[in-house]
């Protein structure tokens, strides 16, 4: 077996291939890429060992939450080069696209289904022929349910596995409570798991028939695919940032060229374009946490400053990233405000009477229509690029806190803009930095109106950190 035992999350029944089984399944979720991806070795490995061939199937769904243009364009770049690149393996691969003008729950549906019943989806119908399905295992978002869904539907056993971070989720006995206490224990495991994956090849390359028309895209037919789908038109694509394993390596490029050298000094400020705007590749899998940590290293190996550099990437790329991980994956509450530490709880909820400066509408908040300028810039950050840097996000989500009623409603409306517009969301990322908000991962504070011992930070004091006037002249209402 060529990949980390602990990587795999199997089943309640053993996952013993189904006798006569036609293929190896490659169900892909969430790593949009065909190297680096451990998902693909060990339907690869397992293939070969029963003399059968790989399919690779890709299905983009229009039900998914806040499924909108940004999101299913971006998908649809990654889905050109995953063709190329799949065809450039000998491995087939599927992709099916919903575009369903119906209303109600799509035909590649694979959870709960209502009465009356539906046909069985093409996911399902190639599973029920697989003798494995091999799929991707992120512990957030969509992704649990529909492994679940799958595993009720058929018989032949699903194995999901982690190739989202560097140290295996299941490497962890337990929820770390901090940075602190996970960085050792990342850096002690490294030399074990920072490796290139192995990347076998098939043995055996023969056409399967599929139950459906694969829908094949190009970079100029995606605007029309995705104006066909029963989604959300009203946020459109962000025409700098494309999707896509090519468009990723090269933002990786360009980060190891210009942002690197600057990074432990200039990280913080919005302006100074340091940081590595790799958050949205690696969301989507389209760049693997290996090749990009494994880079970073050997771009540091020397020049001035340049191990200062590396070690603040690190900790953001690996330590900050697979904490958050862990969170999500030990704590299956962690989309509510049940997974707010029981110390903040208690002091949120015995400040919760304290009156709020104002109390912002869902709307004023999406709109950026607030009476605070910087906030707003931040938000636009959101409705313009998709992105938000990290300096404004910890504003961002401070200010809401204090906007609104109680935490769990400041939890829901950041959970929604942060999904709905930042191509990096719907992430465990995403629920670990929304959660920092709320003290998690951090510690008690002076006591304030509002947050009680909850970290406070100040809109009004970042001009201090950094040129707020510049920030406004390049995202003006």
């Not at 360009?254 to 949205?280: I, V, W």
């Amino acid at each position: 077996m060529t990949v980390e035992p602990l990587r795999l999350h199997l089943p309640p029944a053993p996952p013993t291939p189904r006798p006569g089984g036609e293929f190896v399944l490659y169900w892909m979720q969430s790593t949009f890429r065909a190297h680096h991806n451990f998902a693909l070795t060990h339907a690869v490995d397992v293939a070969n060992t029963l003399g059968v061939p790989v399919l690779v199937y890709h299905g983009l769904r229009r039900d998914y939450p806040l499924a909108n243009d940004r999101l299913h364009t971006f998908i649809l770049e990654s889905v050109v080069d995953l063709g190329a690149a799949f065809a450039a393996r000998g491995i087939q691969y599927s992709f099916w696209l919903d575009q369903d003008p119906a209303p109600g729950v799509p035909w590649g549906d694979v959870t709960t289904q209502t009465t009356p019943p539906r046909p069985p989806s093409a996911l399902q119908l190639l599973a029920d022929r697989a003798a494995l399905v091999v799929t991707d295992f992120l512990p957030t978002f969509i992704h649990p349910r529909q492994i679940s869904g799958l595993r009720r539907k058929t018989t032949t056993p699903v194995v999901a596995v982690d190739s989202a971070t560097v140290v295996p989720m299941r490497f962890h006995d337990r929820g770390h409570l901090s940075a602190v206490g996970i960085r050792n224990v990342l850096m002690k495991a490294l030399p074990r798991f920072l490796v290139a994956p192995q990347e076998p090849e098939p043995n055996v390359r023969r056409a399967i028939d599929v139950p459906f028309v694969p829908t094949v895209p190009t970079l100029a037919t995606i605007p029309a695919l995705v104006a066909g789908c029963a989604i959300d038109h009203t946020v459109p694509p962000v025409a700098a940032t494309r999707g896509g394993t090519l468009a990723g390596q090269a933002r990786l490029r360009d980060f190891l060229a210009t942002g690197l050298p600057r990074y432990a000094a200039e990280r913080g400020d919005p302006n100074a374009g340091a940081t590595s705007r790799l958050s949205p590749y690696l969301h989507f899998g389209n760049v693997s946490p290996h090749e990009v940590i494994l880079a970073v290293h050997a771009a540091g190996a020397g020049g001035d400053g340049a191990g200062e550099n590396t070690a603040k990437f690190i900790d953001e790329a690996l330590v900050w990233r697979e904490l958050s991980h862990n969170f999500c994956f030990y704590d299956p509450k962690h989309r509510t405000a049940d997974a707010i530490p029981g110390w903040a709880q208690v002091e949120l909820e015995r400040h919760r009477a304290d009156p709020r400066p104002v109390l912002y509408t869902d709307a004023e908040i999406e709109g950026a229509t607030t009476g605070e300028p910087l906030w707003n810039v931040a938000q636009r950050q959101y409705l313009r690029d998709g992105f938000m840097h990290n300096s404004l996000r910890m504003l961002w989500g401070k200010a809401v806190l204090a906007w609104t009623p109680d935490a769990a409603t400041a939890l829901r409306i950041l959970e929604h803009n942060n999904n709905k517009y930042s191509l990096d969301g719907r992430d465990s990322s995403t629920y670990g930095g929304i959660h920092w908000i709320f003290g998690k991962f951090d510690r008690p504070f002076f006591r304030r109106p509002i947050y009680g011992t909850v970290r406070f930070m100040s809109l009004k004091t970042a001009k201090d950190k950094f040129d707020v006037a510049a920030l406004l002249r390049r995202y003006p209402a």
